[in-house]
């Protein structure tokens, strides 16, 4: 018996890329990372995505847009993580706002925040220990996380409540 295909087994393209739609049709074992601006990610009803490190779909992503109409299991972690990112050091700006500022001499630090919007078909499940959390990180108490969901399936967490959303984490 042949193995099957990458796009017959799991999420494609895999890694998730800025800009482009990822789609998947089967089993995914090993988690999907969704930190790309501008992701969409599609799991197509009978498909699996679990396992992850943190969870079975991770996403820091600052504009992410997710319809589950299959399978997000985490398993005994995390089903839907999604968090702002690390703080990080970088050159100013001067044009990054509505109007131009004053850039101090040096780096400054830039706070990544997280915006996910989350569907769920009638067949679409996200399960896990947790199924759905966002977790703003304590290094990144500037970073804001943006979370919508209209649900028309099911959100089961199996060791705690299905959603998790403190302020910080």
């Known amino acids: 018996m042949a193995a099957s295909s990458a796009a017959n087994a799991q ?3 895999k890694p998730v890329s800025s800009s482009t739609t990822t789609n998947c049709t089967g089993t995914e074992n090993g988690g999907l990372i969704a930190d790309d601006y501008g992701v969409r990610v599609v799991v197509q009803e009978n498909a699996i995505v679990r396992g992850g490190f943190d969870a079975a779909i991770d996403t820091r992503s ?3 847009t997710f319809t589950i109409n299959g399978r997000v299991d985490g398993e005994n972690r995390t089903g839907f993580l999604v968090t702002n ?3 990080y050091l970088a ?5 990054a706002g509505a109007s131009p500022i004053v850039c101090p ?3 400054q630090t830039y706070y990544p925040w997280a915006n996910a919007t989350i ?8 399960t896990g220990g947790q199924a759905l959390v966002s977790r703003q990180l304590f290094n990144n108490p500037f970073g804001s996380i943006s979370v919508s969901i209209t649900n028309e399936g099911l959100i089961e967490g199996t060791a705690a409540p299905p959603s998790v959303m403190p ?3």
Request: hydrophobic share 25%.
């Open 11 to 13: 999420c494609s393209p």
């Open 62 to 64: 600052q504009s992410a």
């Open 85 to 87: 990112g690390e703080p």
């Open 91 to 95: 050159p100013c700006d001067p044009y």
């Open 105 to 107: 001499p040096g780096l």
């Open 119 to 126: 569907s769920i078909g009638a067949r679409g499940t996200i």
């Open 167 to 169: 302020a910080r984490f």
